[in-house]
């Protein structure tokens, strides 16, 4: 995990000096962050707008694979996990707080690259880290991530608004991390068989960038905000396309029809897809992990849309209630499932 020549036991500091140590580097940005780490509770002020608040837990051995995870780019995920779900409500995030257990199996210095990334997740966003709590665990780790962020009253975007022939939009592209994760997970498989082997991946470095180092997609929501663009439904994708589509339908009550033939995947998707013999447009409805936005517009706004260079528009809001179509490159059209995501079965979620 770490170079065994500084590996400090993490009983060599206790809870308080490891808390110290990790979270020194940490700076405040924000003047809505009244007081930070080292209190009973950090103090934040809202300024008249409202917060939302979200956490997302990883767990070890579910949902990160730390034989081919850096620890600093499990932090970095860990953080772009939460601010995706703030961009997604078209927040803007202030603060976040980390909760860990970890066994005795990880050294000071292997938590100081997990902190690592997620100052530099900090950094790169805005973002304060203003707490958060420190365990001990039977074996390996777990990390909980509460994130803040503000937005103007009423203006948050809400998977319930979306109206029948509203266009349905998507950033990015979709289906590239689950294609990074099967690489990752077939080069581990080989390496369990000859530790000698030094794969080449530089080919699939698309791929797995997108599954071990995702971004959040502020420049959507500006970009959006800019544009004039009014969303009346937004989600971020991560469990899979298929399965937000349908959080989206069935809280604002309509259907949908996604065109198989706009959906935004990229060639490196493509060609990992024929090589491990999955079909491209599969993982793009049910691959997950893209932590892109999804989100619907009223039918007058496509031209603004049509030039935004980051979104796709894929289909459209229909008023058949539980009606979820794909319509297939060649005429055919499939029933939209949610199929992506089973916490407790494939170790997605
Ligand atoms: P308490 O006893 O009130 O739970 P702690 O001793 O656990 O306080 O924490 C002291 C301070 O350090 C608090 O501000 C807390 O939010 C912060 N903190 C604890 N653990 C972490 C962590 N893993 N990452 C960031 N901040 C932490
Ligand atoms: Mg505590």
Redesign the pocket.
């Known amino acids: 995990m770490t170079d065994k020549k500084t590996a400090t036991p993490l009983s060599d500091l206790g ?2 000096g490891l ?1 110290e140590r ?2 020194k580097p940490f700076g405040i940005k924000n003047s809505a962050t009244v007081k930070g ?4 509770a950090a103090i934040i002020k809202s300024e008249g707008n409202d917060l939302v608040v979200t956490s997302d837990l990883l767990a070890e051995g579910i949902h990160f694979d730390l034989v081919y995870t850096p620890l600093a780019h499990l932090g970095y995920k860990a953080v772009m996990v939460n601010l995706s779900d703030v961009y997604a409500m078209g927040a803007t995030p202030k603060q976040i ?4 257990a970890v066994s005795s199996k990880f050294s000071v210095e292997a938590l100081e690259q997990l902190y690592d990334g997620i100052r530099r997740a900090c950094e790169r966003y805005d973002v304060d ?1 203003v ?4 365990t001990s665990s039977m074996t390996g780790m777990v990390i909980s991530i509460t994130a803040i962020g503000q937005v103007e009253p009423g203006k948050a975007f809400c998977r319930n608004g979306a109206k029948p022939g509203d266009l349905v939009c998507v950033s990015g592209d979709l289906g590239a991390a689950y294609a990074g994760l099967q690489i990752l997970r077939r080069e581990k498989d080989v390496y369990m068989i000859d530790p000698n082997t030094q794969p080449d991946l530089s080919k699939y470095d698309y791929v797995i960038e997108r599954q071990l180092k995702p971004e959040a997609r502020r420049d959507v929501i500006e970009a959006i905000r800019k544009s004039g663009l009014a969303p009346t439904a937004m989600i971020d994708v991560s469990d899979g396309l298929s399965s937000e589509l349908l959080h989206i339908c069935k809280q604002s009550g309509t259907g949908v029809k996604i065109y198989e033939n706009k959906l935004p995947v990229d060639a490196q998707t493509e060609a990992v897809a024929a090589e491990i013999n999955m079909d491209a447009t599969m993982l793009a409805m049910n691959g997950g992990e893209d932590y892109e936005l999804l989100f619907t517009i009223p039918a007058e706004q496509v031209e603004i849309a049509g030039k935004m260079q980051e979104i796709s528009i894929i289909g459209q809001i229909t008023d058949e209630p539980e009606v979820y179509t794909l319509i297939g490159r060649n005429a055919g059209s499939a029933r939209i499932s949610a199929q992506g995501w089973n916490a407790y079965g494939n170790g997605k979620g």
């Open positions: 809870e308080f808390i990790l979270t780490i080292g209190d009973d707080t980390v909760s860990l880290l707490g958060g709590d420190t």
